[in-house]
């Protein structure tokens, strides 16, 4: 037998052999294809689960019901906990015989008897002739036997002398925001380079990947019909550079389950940190810069059996990247078989617990806790600090074709809990939640009657340590005023917009920028200028946020007292070059400013009024203001 049937501990005699001329391995993971270009062919898409649905929930006794086209026999298997003790359980089969005329078989899951949580009902079919097919059927347990779930009590192997420093077992509400303000993570690749064939989302972003079951994380992959698909990554540091990120020697570990479909692709990895967080005129910007970057994969779960599919048959991917390295040479990598280790168990079969130590002299990876790959650390992991990722990519750079339309374009990874251990100092309050903002800031976002433009109440948009939540939704309308403003807690407050005639409402480009940010830089108000009227506060400063046309433009942002005096003034250059970061403008009206400024920040203002006009230097009349802050001093 070859070795993907014995992986499944499925008799199949016979197997066909036909041609692949797309096929070729991987440079990379050669150990997918065994330099086997035939490899997979005797797959055939056949089975279809009709009852219960993909990534549904079940409880006691659930009947399955496969179809399985052109196939005679079908085996099913799913992972069950041991009787006693606490070893690592074993394989129950639920079905193994012949299927009926109608090309289906039936069988009840008595789901009591299973882990409680996520559960992968494994079905293989096969026909006389030698093909066979393989799916897997996700489901969530919401009865039966609580097992293994939550934080271990005790500290793992490959992080002795290290103190725990960061841990989340997902048991309560999630904490993720776009680019991580307001929250533990960003949904996003910080720094960017999001690789996903179906895009990263926001947390409330189209699909909603993100969801806590039970004790558990769900990424969630899907596609509904006409829509495009959507899943998700965590990112443990902020746009900003805050967040989790440790130095040497430091531990990393994270125990998960997967779906292996084709093109599914869940990762647990790390980054070193590089300039992320980093001001370019700081002294060491450039040599970091230089420096490279260390990619250390824990697992790469590549999914998916049949030709030009990985065709795993339980090994996953650890692989180090030395990304801008050439002089460390090629990276190690490594495929350990789970189906050899923990009872042999595949990555998406049950829960397994993936590890990653960096020391001063070596890098280890550990699968269970037992080692699976070392190396010797290099320079950029000792002298930078490292972070964490985890994700549930569908195709996209891999490079793997996809196909999850038998499981209804949905497909899940699951996460128990994920833990950080240092072995030097970290600062009081390490891995917490920074405020946002300055408390009782009021946020005004002018909207141009596009519902997909209105900021939420818990949404977090604008710059650093002045973004906010609770901005207010003010529709552009000539000679228009708004009611009285809430400020980011929320409390209503004495000021109100007063907006001049002939405004119109603009829809800008938003270059860059994702989520709530994209929002704020959606809708504008043009064409006349606008006053606040009832500022509360002694002291405080006017952050003027701008929007932008197709070509951009340059102009000026004017500042003007209840008097009509001005108060202050900034040139403007604002083109796509550098969008999607908050650049503040810093040269004086009617100069030629060669920075892509997006705001202008007006400081120490006393005034109980102002007004805010925003003027194009072509001649074309007034440019977009897409919104504004009033930031109480501090």
């Not at 925001?177 to 996903?196: I, N």
């Not at 450039?286 to 049949?306: F, P, R």
Request: contains cysteine; glycine residues 14%.
């Amino acid at each position: 037998m070859n070795r993907l049937v014995v992986a499944f501990a499925f008799a199949v005699v016979g197997a066909s052999v036909a041609s692949a001329e797309d096929v070729k391995a991987s440079d990379e993971y050669p150990e997918f294809y065994s330099g086997d270009s035939a490899k997979g062919i005797d797959f055939v898409k056949s089975i279809k689960v009709l009852a219960p649905r993909h990534c549904s929930n079940v409880k006691g006794d659930t009947t399955v019901v496969v179809e399985a086209k052109g196939m005679t026999r079908a085996v099913a298997k799913c992972w069950r906990q041991p009787e006693s003790g606490d070893g690592w359980g074993g394989d129950a089969v639920l079905f193994d015989g012949e299927l009926g005329a109608d090309e289906r078989g039936e069988f009840v899951l008595k789901a009591d008897a299973f882990p409680n949580g996520p559960l992968t009902v494994r079905i293989q079919a096969m026909d006389k002739s030698g093909h066979q097919d393989y799916c897997e059927l996700q489901i969530y347990n919401l009865g039966g036997v609580k097992w293994r779930q939550g934080l271990p009590k005790g500290d793992p192997p490959g992080a002795q002398g290290m103190k725990l420093v960061f841990s989340d077992d997902f048991d309560g509400p999630l904490s993720i925001s776009p680019d991580g303000r307001g929250a533990k993570y960003a949904a996003h690749k910080t720094g960017g380079g999001d690789f996903s064939g179906w895009p990263f989302s926001d947390p409330d972003g189209d699909c909603l990947p993100f969801g806590q079951q039970g004790s558990f994380l769900r990424i969630h992959a899907s596609k509904p019909y006409g829509a495009k698909g959507r899943t998700g990554i965590l990112s443990s540091i902020r746009s900003d550079g805050t967040g989790v990120a440790v130095p040497v020697p430091a531990y990393f570990e994270c125990r998960l389950m997967c779906h292996s479909a084709p093109g599914s692709w869940g990762a647990f990895w790390t980054l070193s940190k590089g300039t992320i967080g980093m001001r370019p005129d700081d002294p060491a910007f450039e040599a970091t810069k230089k420096a490279g970057c260390d990619e250390l994969d824990v697992i790469e779960c590549y999914g998916g059996y049949g030709p030009r599919n990985p065709n795993h048959g339980g090994k996953y991917g650890v692989t180090s990247h030395w990304w801008g390295q050439p002089q460390m040479g090629k990276a190690p990598h490594a495929f350990p078989d789970a189906m050899k280790m923990a009872g042999g168990s595949s990555w998406s079969w049950t829960f397994h617990t993936y590890g990653l130590a960096i020391t001063e002299t070596d890098t280890v990876y550990y699968f269970d806790d037992v080692e699976v790959l070392r190396h010797p650390t290099g320079p950029v992991s000792k002298s930078q600090d490292t972070w964490f990722l985890i994700n549930y990519a569908i195709a996209g750079i891999s490079g793997w074709p996809y196909d999850l339309e038998r499981y209804g374009n949905e497909s899940d990874m699951w996460v128990d809990w994920v833990r950080v251990y240092c072995g030097k100092p970290v600062p009081d309050g390490f891995g917490e939640v920074p405020p946002v903002g300055v408390k009782g800031s009021i946020g005004v976002n002018f909207t141009c009657g596009r519902d997909e433009d209105a900021l939420r109440a818990w949404d977090i948009a604008g710059d650093g340590e002045r973004a906010q939540a609770g901005w207010n939704n003010v529709a552009v309308a000539s000679g228009g005023r708004s009611g009285k403003l809430l400020d980011s807690e929320g409390r209503e407050t004495t000021a109100s917009v007063s907006i001049g005639k002939g405004a119109e409402p603009e829809r800008c480009e938003g270059w860059g920028f994702g989520g709530a940010d994209l929002r704020l830089h959606r809708g504008a108000l043009r064409g006349a200028p606008f006053g606040v009227v009832g500022v509360p506060f002694e002291k405080y400063d006017v952050v003027v946020h701008l929007g932008a046309g197709v070509n951009g433009w340059k102009g000026d942002v004017l500042l003007f007292s209840r008097a009509r005096e001005e108060i202050g003034s900034y040139a403007v250059n604002y083109g796509w070059i550098g969008g999607g970061r908050y650049v503040e403008a810093t040269r004086e009206k009617g100069t030629d400013s060669d920075r892509a400024d997006c705001m202008g920040v007006f400081r120490g203002l006393t005034e109980r009024e102002f007004a805010v006009k925003a003027v194009r230097r072509d001649g074309k009349g007034a440019a977009a203001i897409v919104g504004v802050q009033i930031v109480p001093a501090r």
